[in-house]
């Protein structure tokens, strides 16, 4: 105890006044701050919901990538899993080439894929193709528009995201010799 009848806390280094002037400091700070903390939170919420909740543009532009790679990948699953339909323009006779019939069968999964998605529409007909030994190389002629938005807020869109969504797959067997 120091000569002023006052504690002082030789850990923290902190000062506790002791006695009625000291208690009645800290009751009117407790009333201050419970009065003054949720005026100030109100004030913070009603900023806020104008104009967007902080992050909310910076969490879609990390939502991108990972939204791009799951229409190229919902592509390659497409194209992987219409293989056997679409190699069989390589048997002779056929009089459709490699390619038509590669777009033939995209598209009823990119048909499919318009239906369900009320923004983002990837274009029909839309792939040219490349031959190199087994692998089909899809390279997309035109690119997918979507909108940057959170879920279930498409019409406050921050932005436009353009891709061209172009992917490979392997066939079973040697396709060099398809007429493209």
């Given at each position: 105890m120091n000569k002023k009848g006052s504690v002082e806390s030789s850990s923290t280094g902190l000062f506790f006044p002791r006695g009625k002037k000291g208690l009645d400091y800290a009751v009117s700070m407790m009333i201050v701050v419970i009065i003054v903390m949720p005026i100030?939170?109100?004030q913070m919420n009603s900023k806020i919901t104008e104009s967007g909740k902080i992050g909310d543009a910076q969490?879609?532009?990390?939502?991108?990538p990972y939204v791009k790679e799951d229409i190229?990948?919902?592509?390659?699953k497409s194209a992987e899993v219409s293989l056997a339909e679409i190699t069989k323009a390589c048997a002779p006779g056929s009089i459709v080439t490699l390619t038509k019939k590669f777009n033939q069968e995209m598209d009823k999964?990119?048909?499919e894929f318009n239906?369900?998605?009320p923004i983002?529409?990837?274009p029909t007909n839309n792939y040219e193709l490349y031959i190199d030994?087994?692998?089909?190389?899809?390279i997309a002629m035109?690119?997918?528009e979507k909108k940057l938005s959170s879920p279930g807020t498409e019409l406050d869109a921050i932005g436009r995201m353009w891709f061209a969504p172009s992917f490979t797959i392997t066939a079973p067997t040697d396709l060099s010799s398809c007429p493209l």
């Amino acid at each position: 105890m120091n000569k002023k009848g006052s504690v002082e806390s030789s850990s923290t280094g902190l000062f506790f006044p002791r006695g009625k002037k000291g208690l009645d400091y800290a009751v009117s700070m407790m009333i201050v701050v419970i009065i003054v903390m949720p005026i100030l939170l109100l004030q913070m919420n009603s900023k806020i919901t104008e104009s967007g909740k902080i992050g909310d543009a910076q969490i879609i532009m990390l939502r991108t990538p990972y939204v791009k790679e799951d229409i190229v990948n919902y592509l390659q699953k497409s194209a992987e899993v219409s293989l056997a339909e679409i190699t069989k323009a390589c048997a002779p006779g056929s009089i459709v080439t490699l390619t038509k019939k590669f777009n033939q069968e995209m598209d009823k999964y990119i048909s499919e894929f318009n239906a369900k998605s009320p923004i983002t529409k990837i274009p029909t007909n839309n792939y040219e193709l490349y031959i190199d030994g087994k692998n089909i190389n899809a390279i997309a002629m035109l690119p997918v528009e979507k909108k940057l938005s959170s879920p279930g807020t498409e019409l406050d869109a921050i932005g436009r995201m353009w891709f061209a969504p172009s992917f490979t797959i392997t066939a079973p067997t040697d396709l060099s010799s398809c007429p493209l």
